[in-house]
């Protein structure tokens, strides 16, 4: 289905949609549709290798629509390449997907993650076993993009008051600055702190499986922003948190975007009071509050004062080597 060049079709599949009380917003690469006349009785969506959107029209719901929905998109995306996926899905269909081989990642009330292939969420909890340090941690889950002088007293701040801090830096690699380099980056800049350990999120913590509407910004739909950050949220409470004994979570207090906001409230609430949620104010140089942001705008503009203020000097020196900075 054309969605986006099939007017009709598209008017029919949100009216589905709407039907199934599912809110649209999130991105696709994909969508099919089953017909039975005029009448669109069966739709599924991915992007990338997340499987979305899959609703069967109720009349139609005995006649095997969802496996054949879900078997056409697992060939397309196999043929894109892919080994690994995932599904987004009401909890009430969990039976069908568990029988074509998927597994439970985690479960909220209103929506169900799941996935099927490998790697898979059991040999990311093997990563983090392996990299668990003694005493009670906490942890920091950040983009780095690149890493600030902000991020770094956040580090620094979580490290004065934890035995061990777990820094993960977002592997998805939807940013201006690559996986690999702000994954360098945070460790150059904690290299100082004994107590500190940098590892990837993987597709676990604000990634495209868990919290696509994370990477929209301000296009985002915060009613469907708000649900996914209340399943980012749970995933780390209940599955990633007791592997390495986090009883902290420290996060940066968040003036300046409505989705991170939202998430920082989506914690809040899930973590109750069983995980701590500690907001740290924003850190200031000369009255300017330090943001990711603004050090892109410092790049691009060459403005080498504010970077030196922004910036760690290991960042700093790091970017020259990109030639990011000239």
Not at 63 to 80: V, Y
Not at 119 to 129: D, G, K, T, V
Not at 268 to 275: G, K, M, P, R, Y
Request: proline share 3%; charged share 25%; aromatic share 10%.
């Amino acid at each position: 289905m054309w969605l986006d060049r099939d007017k009709q079709a598209y008017e029919k599949w949100l009216s589905l949609m709407h039907r199934s009380d599912l809110v649209e917003g999130e991105e696709v690469d994909y969508t099919v549709g089953i017909f039975d006349g005029d009448t669109l009785a069966a739709t599924g969506s991915y992007h990338r290798n997340i499987i979305k959107y899959l609703i069967v029209c109720e009349p139609y719901q005995a006649e095997n629509l969802l496996a054949k929905i879900l078997n056409h998109l697992l060939e397309q995306m196999r043929s894109d390449g892919y080994s690994q996926f995932f599904v987004y899905t009401k909890p009430t269909n969990a039976i069908i997907f568990k029988s074509l081989g998927f597994k439970s990642v985690i479960e909220i009330d209103e929506l169900l993650f799941m996935e099927l292939g490998t790697p898979n969420f059991s040999h990311y909890l093997e990563l983090l076993q392996d990299h668990k340090q003694s005493g009670r941690g906490s942890a920091i889950v950040m983009n780095a993009n690149p890493f600030t002088k902000g991020h770094q007293y956040l580090v620094e701040i979580a490290a004065q008051s934890s035995d061990q801090v777990y820094v993960f830096v977002l592997s998805e690699d939807r940013s201006e600055f690559s996986t690999a380099d702000r994954m360098a980056m945070v460790k150059l800049g904690i290299n100082h702190l004994e107590n500190v350990t940098v590892l990837p999120t993987r597709d676990y913590m604000v990634s495209s499986a868990t919290f696509p509407s994370y990477f929209l910004k301000e296009k985002a739909q915060m009613t469907l922003a708000k649900t996914q950050a209340t399943l980012d949220a749970t995933l780390f409470k209940m599955r990633i948190a007791p592997v390495l004994d986090i009883k902290t979570r420290f996060v940066g207090e968040e003036p300046f975007s409505p989705v991170t906001d939202v998430y920082n409230q989506a914690m809040q609430t899930v973590f109750a009071d069983e995980l701590a949620l500690k907001i740290i104010p924003r850190l200031a140089v000369n009255d300017q509050t330090i943001s990711a942001t603004r050090v892109r705008e410092a790049i691009e503009e060459q403005n080498k004062s504010l970077l030196l203020e922004f910036l760690p000097e290991t960042t700093y020196q790091y970017l020259k080597k990109l030639q990011r900075i000239s």
